[in-house]
């Protein structure tokens, strides 16, 4: 019975590289060390740059993730009765970026809460409003 087989032999190599006599073992298990580092990585680095790309795509159309799902939602049935369906919030990928992480560029590297805030948060602009000419 292999019970956990694989986390004691990289017990073993990680308690046997900070315990071995000569140079020579250290450095092979500092290379099995670095190689299984290595192929932890690539999956998590793929796994993370694939939410990252999703997020910025969420951002650009100036919605939530509950939102793009209601959305997808709501252009099969807009589909089904012969209308076109088109989220009440996206008022262009400039505009929304601007909405969500404020006016100020710099803050746009690293944002924090009330940087550049554009509105309270307890109305948000739509593409209606910009029509009319209304602002919150």
């Not at 694989?6 to 099995?32: F, N, P, T, Y």
């Not at 400039?94 to 560029?105: D, F, W």
């Amino acid at each position: 019975m292999e019970d956990g087989g694989c986390c004691k032999r990289l017990m073993v190599l990680i308690v046997g590289s900070l315990i071995a006599g000569s140079q020579k073992d250290a450095e092979g298990s500092l290379r099995i060390i670095y190689i299984i580092s290595g192929l932890f990585l690539i999956p998590v680095s793929l796994v993370l740059s694939i939410f990252l790309v999703w997020h910025i795509y969420l951002m650009l159309q100036n919605k939530t993730t509950i939102e793009y799902y209601e959305g997808v939602r709501a252009k099969f049935h807009a589909g089904k009765g012969g209308h076109l369906y088109s989220h009440p919030y996206d008022m262009g990928a400039y505009e929304n970026l601007i909405s969500i992480l404020g006016p100020n560029y710099l803050c746009w590297i690293c944002p924090t809460p009330g940087s550049g805030r554009v509105s309270s948060g307890l109305r948000f602009r739509t593409k209606y409003d910009r029509r009319i000419g209304k602002n919150p």
